[in-house]
T-cell receptor, first 112, second 116 residues
Framework: NAGVTQTPKFRILKIGQSMTLQCTQDMNHNYMYWYRQDPGMGLKLIYYSVGAGITDKGEVPNGYNVSRSTTEDFPLRLELAAPSQTSVYFC???????????FGQGTRLTVV | GENVEQHPSTLSVQEGDSAVIKCTYSDSASNYFPWYKQELGKRPQLIIDIRSNVGEKKDQRIAVTLNKTAKHFSLHITETQPEDSAVYFCAASIRASNFGNEKLTFGTGTRLTIIP
């Protein structure tokens, strides 16, 4: 039972580069989320999705894009990476709320 | 949108004592309030949750209370142990339709340190 799987676990990007953080879940959850966690800080919602083909912005969407073509996958795209995007990124999923949200192991991203 | 405030940001207690973390929320339509524990370098994991039709819920040494009128909820940990040291997050979720709730909004976290 894999749960929520994120790749990669670590990544260093140069300013202006782009990358996609992958997230997949095998629990057939409708809801999926992307959060960022800055050092010593809380979880800020970037984007979320309530089902395939449906996405919506969270608190801090600028500089990011998402897509949800399948129930299982919810990739996060960073365009033109900036130092302010240095953070730990968590993907999470849940069945129809209210329900437990399951988190991936996180991706530590550094932009230099 | 929903706003969740969490206090204190750091908390140190002697092993065996109790710890209390408090959260307030802004939207009276919120009806689901989970608490997550995040150990150092790990992912957040659910430890307890409460729904708005319940005032208190207990699970061994952990309890959560909810005051809907005041729009605040609290996490209580009794007989604290070293393994309770972690960051704790509260969250709230708003009922958006007859079919389910909207997204989870998290508080800013409390770093709990248990002093042996």
């Amino acid at each position: 039972n894999a749960g929520v799987t994120q790749t990669p676990k670590f990544r260093i990007l140069k300013i202006g580069q782009s990358m996609t953080l992958q997230c997949t879940q095998d629990m057939n959850h409708n809801y999926m989320y992307w959060y960022r966690q800055d050092p010593g800080m809380g979880l800020k919602l970037i984007y979320y999705s309530v089902g395939a083909g449906i996405t919506d912005k969270g608190e801090v969407p600028n500089g990011y894009n998402v897509s949800r073509s399948t129930t299982e996958d919810f990739p996060l795209r960073l365009e033109l990476a900036a130092p302010s995007q240095t953070s730990v990124y968590f993907c999470a999923s849940s069945s129809l709320l209210p329900a437990e949200a399951f988190f991936g192991q996180g991706t530590r991203l550094t932009v230099v | 949108g929903e706003n969740v405030e969490q206090h204190p940001s750091t908390l140190s207690v002697q092993e065996g004592d109790s710890a209390v973390i408090k959260c307030t929320y802004s939207d009276s339509a919120s009806n689901y309030f989970p608490w997550y524990k995040q150990e150092l370098g790990k992912r957040p994991q659910l430890i307890i949750d409460i729904r708005s039709n319940v005032g208190e819920k207990k699970d061994q040494r952990i309890a959560v209370t909810l005051n809907k009128t005041a729009k605040h909820f609290s996490l209580h940990i009794t007989e604290t142990q070293p393994e309770d040291s972690a960051v704790y997050f509260c969250a709230a979720s708003i009922r958006a339709s007859n079919f389910g709730n909207e997204k989870l909004t998290f508080g800013t976290g409390t770093r709990l340190t248990i002093i042996p």
